[in-house]
């Protein structure tokens, strides 16, 4: 699949901050008739403030991994971040991710307890340039009505 998108947001921190946003992804993925999905999904965004001077550009790459069978399913992806340049970034400018390579897997797996109730296990990290692992897992479970 392809994507593209654009999008201003206005957000309050200390401040009225206004951000024109821009992207296109491509996601180009293999589907197995077992219920097996394999993926490359390649993007790029640029986010600028309107009345500042931040003006930013990420390139990504994500391989990603699903299955589906018998009322279980299992995910995982792998998404590399990079943001040119040297100085630092506010956090709420690009959601968390600083200049240079940021890593981020995720873990999902998950089963069907019947029509209405899914309960699933998660598991998030991400590294940021010169930083610690910053992870959290968990258990969760969806009632659907």
Known sequence: SFTGFTAARRRTLYGSR??????FSADPTVLFPWGMDVGLKLSVENRREIQGELDVTASGIEPHISLGSGGWTASGRFTVVYIPGEEELPTWFFDGRSRGW???PTVNLGRNLGRWFRIGFYYRGRKKPEDSWQQNAGLEGTVNF
């Not at 206004?18 to 992207?23: C, L, P, Q």
Request: net charge negative; aromatic share 0%; glycine share 12%.
């Open 18 to 23: 206004e951000t024109a946003e821009n992207g």
């Open 102 to 104: 940021t890593l981020e």
